[in-house]
T-cell receptor, first 115, second 112 residues
Framework: NAGVTQTPKFRILKIGQSMTLQCAQD?????MYWYRQDPGMGLKLIYY???????DKGEVPNGYNVSRSTTEDFPLRLELAAPSQTSVYFC??????????????FGEGSWLTVV | GENVEQHPSTLSVQEGDSAVIKCTYS??????FPWYKQELGKRPQLIID?????GEKKDQRIAVTLNKTAKHFSLHITETQPEDSAVYFC???????????FGTGTSLTVIP
């Protein structure tokens, strides 16, 4: 049982490039999330999904896209990378939404630098 | 939507002293309040949580208290140790919500 697995762990992008952060969970969780964490800052929700085929915007969705074709996978696409997207990205999952008993499990994080 | 505020943003304590981190929330419908610990370079992990029908919960040296009337909840760490040094996040979950709303984090440093 690997939990939440995200790749790559580190990546340097040039301005204007695009890339996809991969995320997979093996806990059969319905809910999946992408957060970004800027240095010394809190967690900001980019996108989330409540099930396969359903995605919704979070607090900071601009510059990103997601898809959820299966329960297990929730990739995050960065289009036209900008220096402001330099951050640590965490994928996470939970059995249900933000109510009692639904612990969020985080991946190990992906460190992205845009130069 | 829900708004969670967390204070202080940084906290330094001597080893063995207690540490208290406070959070307030705005949505009276929130009924679940977890706390996450994030060690340097690591992922956030759940350390304790409390539901709205409970006023206090303890787990060894950590405890969480909830005041629903005032809409605030607090994390208490007693007999702090250097390994307690980390960033702590509070969060709130509305009864019918799809999201968890996180506070901005508190960086705790325990000085040996």
């Amino acid at each position: 049982n690997a939990g939440v697995t995200q790749t790559p762990k580190f990546r340097i992008l040039k301005i204007g490039q695009s890339m996809t952060l991969q995320c997979a969970q093996d806990m059969n969780h319905n809910y999946m999330y992408w957060y970004r964490q800027d240095p010394g800052m809190g967690l900001k929700l980019i996108y989330y999904s409540v099930g396969a085929g359903i995605t919704d915007k979070g607090e900071v969705p601009n510059g990103y896209n997601v898809s959820r074709s299966t329960t297990e996978d929730f990739p995050l696409r960065l289009e036209l990378a900008a220096p402001s997207q330099t951050s640590v990205y965490f994928c996470a999952s939970s059995r249900g939404g933000g109510y009692a008993g639904n612990t969020i499990y985080f991946g190990e994080g992906s460190w992205l630098t845009v130069v | 939507g829900e708004n969670v505020e967390q204070h202080p943003s940084t906290l330094s304590v001597q080893e063995g002293d207690s540490a208290v981190i406070k959070c307030t929330y705005s949505d009276s419908a929130s009924n679940y309040f977890p706390w996450y610990k994030q060690e340097l370079g690591k992922r956030p992990q759940l350390i304790i949580d409390i539901r709205s029908n409970v006023g206090e919960k303890k787990d060894q040296r950590i405890a969480v208290t909830l005041n629903k009337t005032a809409k605030h909840f607090s994390l208490h760490i007693t007999e702090t140790q250097p390994e307690d040094s980390a960033v702590y996040f509070c969060a709130a979950g509305p009864r019918t919500g799809n999201q968890f709303y996180f506070g901005t984090g508190t960086s705790l440093t325990v000085i040996p």
